[in-house]
């Protein structure tokens, strides 16, 4: 299945029954899928039909989104995001290369690590210039993402970013650039965001010590195997 690469964000447009939807593939948005439009309660992803759960935590979600500030940050119409529900039941492999999503068991010839959860989130562990770190695997994110405590780590590339956290709004963050390692796949001058507001988005995953998130555009031209069944993250070079 193709997708969109619109602004570091995948984006994938599905047809309903009121039209064309475009959805973000979100691993950091821990509720079941969600579309703004509350009637739609059936979609197919990856050629697989599945019904959409009502529930408090989805429907409050929903309300929780200023969909226009996420659609002007994607810059392209926001529609929902594909959650946790999806994720847990299928294997996906998903080519930032060729921009196609497959769900598939194969994860050979990929570096693969361990993934642990906390509230349907997946978390890894990585090196941000050699300095370990709990970090959320958050495909939603533009960018990797570090503690500010480590600024004096990373090189600073003088440059800023808009972004938008449903629960904390929109906020501005600096741009550094640094090394990151997962297990034993190493991905150089990665762009690394900072922020004392992603600061607070990680506080918020308690008992995790969570200092970074591993964002999407750092797996650019990279293949993603995704298992949530099997707690796995898998890399490898397209």
């Known amino acids: 299945m193709k ?26 948005n821990p509720t079941f899928t969600v579309l703004n439009d ?66 598939s068991d194969d994860n050979d010839g990929f570096s693969l690590s361990e ?9 890894i562990r990585m090196k941000i210039q050699d300095i370990e770190i709990n970090a959320i695997f958050d ?16 090189i600073n590339k003088n440059k800023t970013i808009n972004d938008y956290n449903p629960m904390l709004g929109k906020f501005t963050a600096n741009l550094f650039e640094g090394n990151i390692k997962i297990d034993d796949f190493v991905i150089e001058n990665a762009v690394i965001a900072c922020s004392p507001k992603y600061d607070s988005a990680m506080q918020m995953v308690q008992g995790k010590n969570i200092n970074g998130f591993l964002g999407i555009s750092t797996l650019n031209d990279k293949i993603i195997f995704l298992s949530y069944k099997n707690k796995q993250l898998g890399l490898k070079n397209a």
């Not at 047809?15 to 939807?21: E, L, R, V």
């Not at 050629?47 to 940050?73: A, K, P, T």
């Open 3 to 28: 997708f969109n690469y619109i602004n570091n964000h995948i984006v994938i447009p599905r047809d309903t029954k009121n039209g064309i939807k475009n959805v973000v593939l979100d691993t950091g």
């Open 38 to 103: 509350e009637t739609i309660n059936e979609i197919s992803f990856c050629g697989v039909d599945f019904r959409l759960e009502s529930n408090f935590m989805v429907n409050q979600f929903r309300q929780m989104v200023n969909w226009e500030q996420i659609s002007d940050l994607v810059q392209t119409e926001i529609h929902g995001f594909i959650g946790f529900d999806f994720l847990s039941n299928y294997n996906l492999i998903i080519d930032l290369k060729n921009y196609e999503i497959i769900i």
């Open 115 to 123: 993934i642990d959860f906390f509230m349907n989130i997946p978390i």
């Open 139 to 154: 495909t939603g994110a533009m960018y990797s993402i570090a503690n500010t405590n480590y600024i004096n780590f990373l």
